[in-house]
């Protein structure tokens, strides 16, 4: 089945400074990858996606980038602050039609903490 | 438009016991998927359920099943509780498409004592 790899586990910024998250896949009939941010006792909140027709997505101080040959994907934050602090998943998920739509599968997750 | 909505927000319950969460997903998504978060495991997938059937399953045992009704809200339940059952247990709509773009209600809290 899909395995979603990601790393770091944790990950400490200074505010300002930017932050990469990776994450590797298996399944390469996964086509669409999002990302999720979960704040303490929050549900988790999706911030960003992309889909493997797209190479590169980005959002004001968010940025992801696929690379599907390498089956790796990567989230970018830059001139990170406080609030950013929460743990960020990075999911893959199969196109639809196929076996196993409707199933996201996870990444362990990245704490990440912003100084000021 | 409202968000996804669970209940409760948290139960209690001993080993043995049988539970029933609740999930109601955003009005015109038809697709519900659940999932258990738990610190040692993170989040994995337990059932997604369209149009009142099961469409995925995900590696847990039968002690997990569920249900979808006609107006798209979903139940799952959880029989003989274990404590290793104790997690956060989430629910999740989409819009039917190409993509598998999940938006997360705030989840159910479930402690087996």
């Known amino acids: 089945g899909e395995n979603v790899e990601q790393h770091p586990s944790t990950l400490s910024v200074q505010e300002g400074d930017s932050a990469v998250i990776k994450c590797t896949y298996s399944d390469s009939a996964s086509n669409y990858f999002p990302w999720y941010k979960q704040e303490l006792g929050k549900r988790p909140q999706l911030i960003i996606d992309?889909?493997?027709?797209?190479g590169e997505k980005k959002d004001q101080r968010i940025a992801v980038t696929l690379n599907k040959t390498a089956k790796h994907f990567s989230l970018h934050i830059t001139e990170t602050q406080p609030e950013d602090s929460a743990v960020y998943f990075c999911?893959?998920?199969?196109?639809?039609?196929?076996?196993?739509?409707?199933?996201?599968?996870f990444g362990q997750g990245t704490i990440l903490t912003v100084h000021p | 438009k409202a968000g996804v909505t669970q209940t409760p927000r948290y139960l209690i319950k001993t080993r043995g016991q049988q539970v029933t969460l609740s999930c109601s997903p955003i009005?015109?998504?038809?697709?519900v998927s659940w999932y258990q978060q738990t610190p040692g495991q993170g989040l994995q997938f337990l059932f997604e359920y369209f149009s009142e059937t099961q469409r995925n399953k995900g590696n847990f045992p039968g002690r997990f099943s569920g249900r979808q009704f006609s107006n798209s809200r979903s139940e799952m339940n959880v029989s003989t509780l274990e404590l290793g059952d104790s997690a956060l247990y989430l629910c999740?709509?989409?819009?039917?498409?190409?993509?598998?773009?999940?938006?997360f209600g705030p989840g159910t809290r479930l402690t087996v004592l």
């Open positions: 992309i889909r493997s027709n797209v």
């Open positions: 999911a893959a998920s199969r196109r639809a039609g196929g076996t196993s739509y409707g199933k996201l599968t």
């Open positions: 999740a709509s989409k819009r039917e498409g190409s993509y598998n773009e999940q938006f």
């Open positions: 009005s015109g998504h038809r697709s």
